[in-house]
């Protein structure tokens, strides 16, 4: 089995690519159920973000991958193929260490998405399908990202989509303190805009989610009200910002009801920024007047503002992350030898017990203990050395030379010159 890392990013494929193959957070642990056990694939993490859908796994038919992703997602392969890479072994360790540190991010240096690997790690744990490469890899991840983020200035004057999402706001209106804020969902990236939207004080503040609970808990925190989804329709004209991020396949907004919204608003502008993948806003909607529309695409302008101030530090972080794939890589090839080394001692096991059972007779039978010790060992020693004085007896003059290296190497032998 060799370890590959499957996927397509913001780099890769366009947001109407990315959304068609991003995984519901409900359905995830059905999903690596679905690959692990369908598939030549012994152990699968994935991870499914707004920016990038990944598949972390242990498999000898890669191409079973790609195929299982474009049929889990009802697509035919050849749609999705040109946007996948493939990542083999010591590039598939380089590209999570990268991903973890931030490095491979829209926003370069950004947090969140250690966090979302970490999550993606625990549904595979929950789904049973981490097994001990993955562990040891995502292990080795999450520590190389902790060093990256202490020793580098990786995420100094960092630009986040909630910060980005304020600026485009902010180009629209005035004054954000004038201005009614609609959150809809209640997960880490709305916390994170909901947080940098009070900020400013809005003039009100409302988060509508599927629970109500959760939405009266982050309402709480940035002294907003609540609503369930089912309360859109009545209450979108009320507002003129909305931050939507949920994990809906199917859009939250669509366009009939924005443009009743409009009407009732008498055409005032809507500021509407969509970070869901699938989106949450109908792509019909960017046809309506006064409305300004952004995905999470169109924030990578923005976001690049200061990424110059922290490129000094992306050198400084890939010789972090290189050390660390040049370990882990080491540690992956030592245990290809384990098999080997425990048939070896297994071997050596076996013998030893044989000439022990021989010299414990002779003992029963009164025979001298120094006789016995000194049969046993000259025993011992003869056996472990049949096999490989055999071999360079009858090596060939081809292979004489490299044989009679590793045994030097092996046992440490020097020759008198």
């Excluded at 590959?4 to 193959?21: C, K």
């Excluded at 940035?222 to 329709?233: D, Y």
């Excluded at 690049?304 to 660390?324: F, T, Y």
Aim: with cysteine; aromatic share 6%.
């Amino acid at each position: 089995m060799h370890l590959f890392a499957f996927g397509i990013n913001h780099q890769t494929a366009p947001l109407s690519v990315r959304e068609q193959i991003a995984f519901n957070v409900d359905a995830m642990e059905s999903a690596l159920r679905d690959l692990v056990g369908n598939s030549a694939v012994k152990e699968a993490t994935i991870l499914s973000t707004c920016n990038r859908t990944e598949v972390y796994c242990s498999t000898n038919a890669p191409t079973q991958v790609v195929d299982w992703l474009a049929s889990y997602h009802q697509l035919p392969s050849a749609d999705i193929a040109p946007y996948i890479y493939q990542l083999p072994q010591e590039q598939a360790v380089k590209h999570a260490f990268r991903v973890a540190s931030g490095l491979d991010s829209m926003v370069l240096g950004e947090p969140q998405i250690l966090g979302q690997m970490k999550q993606a790690v625990r549904q595979a744990e929950q789904a049973g399908t981490l097994g001990f490469l993955l562990h040891k890899l995502f292990q080795r991840t999450f520590s190389v990202a902790k060093d990256v983020r202490t020793q580098t200035e990786i995420g100094a004057n960092l630009v986040s989509m909630a910060a980005a999402a304020v600026k485009l706001a902010e180009r629209i209106f005035p004054s954000i303190e004038d201005q009614r804020v609609l959150f809809i969902g209640a997960g880490e990236m709305i916390e994170l805009n909901a947080v940098h939207f009070a900020a400013r004080n809005p003039k009100h503040i409302t988060v509508a989610n599927r629970t109500l609970d959760r939405a009266q808990a982050l309402a709480r925190r940035i002294n907003g009200h609540a609503i369930t989804l089912n309360e859109l329709p009545d209450q979108l004209a009320h507002h003129d910002i909305i931050v939507t991020c949920t994990a809906s396949q199917l859009p939250i907004l669509g366009k009939g009801m924005v443009e009743r919204a409009l009407k009732e608003r008498k055409h005032r502008p809507l500021f509407i920024v969509d970070l869901a993948v699938p989106r949450d806003v109908e792509k019909e909607v960017t046809e309506l007047r006064d409305v300004f529309l952004y995905t999470v695409d169109d924030l990578s302008e923005v976001v690049r503002d200061g990424l110059d101030a922290r490129q000094g530090a992306v050198k400084e972080a890939e010789v972090i992350i290189d050390s660390g794939v040049n370990d882990f890589i080491h540690w992956m090839e030592s245990r290809e030898v384990v098999p080997t080394i425990r048939t070896l001692r297994d071997h050596a096991e076996r013998q030893r017990r044989s000439e022990m059972e021989k010299a414990l007779r002779q003992l029963a039978k009164g025979d001298s203990p120094e006789k016995v010790l000194e049969a046993f060992s000259n025993a011992l020693t003869n056996k472990f050395l049949h096999a490989p004085t055999q071999s360079l007896n009858q090596a060939q003059a081809t292979e004489r030379e490299a044989l009679l290296d590793a045994v030097h190497r092996i046992y440490n032998l020097h020759t008198p010159e």
